[in-house]
């Protein structure tokens, strides 16, 4: 359970991450970030990379307390690497859904009315707690293009079975993923302004 957990914190700090853009609008900020002559896309990704940073904190606590408690991870140090990075990526992907979320509705209320909407179904729609392969058919396909299902797989892989079998999956689609995402948000986020 614990890489659910894991994808569970850095999913749930990273999905408010966009709350920061309407916030920076609200005071006058954002504007002035447009206004400087950078690329839009860096303003985006340097906010997702910021909740990737963020997100290996969340990272740090929890192999702590899983050393404390016991509980048996692969403490090899290529594996842990493979593990944060897979991290920073999660986190920079819904960072940017969530910054995405954040263009669309303009509102601290609705905001978080969204994005509370989204989290747990994209969590308990995902390997987090169960295998895929117990859930019924309908729920295989949703978690089959969740984002959370490859990372969890990915950081399932590294830290509890030491086997990386799947690892090009997890990786690509996770990539994927953080490109369109990407994308979407550099096209969106001028317009949290409008």
Same mark, same amino acid.
């Given at each position: 359970?614990?890489?659910?957990?894991?994808?569970? #914190?850095?999913?749930?700090? @990273?999905?408010?991450?966009?709350?920061?853009?309407?916030?920076?609008?609200?005071?006058?900020?954002?504007?002035?970030?447009?206004?400087?002559?950078?690329?839009?896309?860096?303003?985006?990704?340097?906010?997702?990379?910021? @909740?990737?940073?963020?997100?290996?904190?969340?990272?740090?606590?929890?192999?702590?307390?899983?050393?404390?408690?016991?509980?048996?991870? *692969?403490? *090899?140090?290529?594996?842990?690497?493979?593990? @944060?990075? %897979?991290?920073?990526?999660?986190?920079?992907?819904?960072?940017?859904? #969530?910054?995405?979320?954040? @263009?669309? %509705?303009?509102?601290?209320?609705?905001?978080?009315?969204?994005?509370?909407?989204?989290?747990?179904?994209?969590?308990?729609?995902?390997?987090?707690?169960?295998?895929? #392969?117990?859930?019924?058919?309908?729920?295989?396909? %949703?978690?089959?293009?969740?984002?959370?299902?490859?990372?969890?797989?990915?950081?399932?892989?590294?830290?509890?079975?030491?086997?990386?079998? #799947?690892?090009?999956?997890?990786?690509?689609?996770?990539?994927?993923?953080?490109?369109?995402?990407?994308?979407?948000?550099?096209?969106?986020?001028?317009?949290? %302004?409008?």
């Amino acid at each position: 359970m614990t890489p659910g957990i894991l994808s569970q #914190s850095v999913m749930f700090t @990273a999905i408010f991450f966009g709350l920061s853009t309407i916030w920076e609008r609200d005071m006058g900020i954002l504007q002035k970030f447009l206004a400087m002559p950078i690329p839009r896309v860096a303003l985006v990704l340097g906010k997702a990379l910021a @909740a990737g940073v963020r997100a290996l904190s969340q990272v740090t606590i929890i192999f702590l307390l899983a050393s404390i408690t016991g509980i048996p991870l *692969h403490w *090899h140090p290529a594996l842990l690497s493979a593990a @944060a990075g %897979v991290v920073i990526l999660g986190a920079v992907f819904f960072a940017t859904l #969530s910054m995405i979320i954040a @263009a669309i %509705v303009k509102t601290r209320e609705r905001f978080m009315g969204i994005g509370q909407l989204i989290t747990m179904p994209l969590f308990f729609a995902s390997n987090a707690l169960y295998p895929i #392969s117990i859930m019924p058919d309908w729920l295989r396909v %949703v978690a089959s293009v969740n984002p959370l299902s490859y990372m969890v797989d990915f950081l399932r892989g590294a830290l509890v079975t030491g086997q990386l079998t #799947s690892w090009q999956a997890d990786v690509g689609v996770l990539l994927v993923a953080c490109t369109l995402a990407t994308a979407v948000g550099t096209y969106l986020y001028p317009r949290v %302004v409008a």
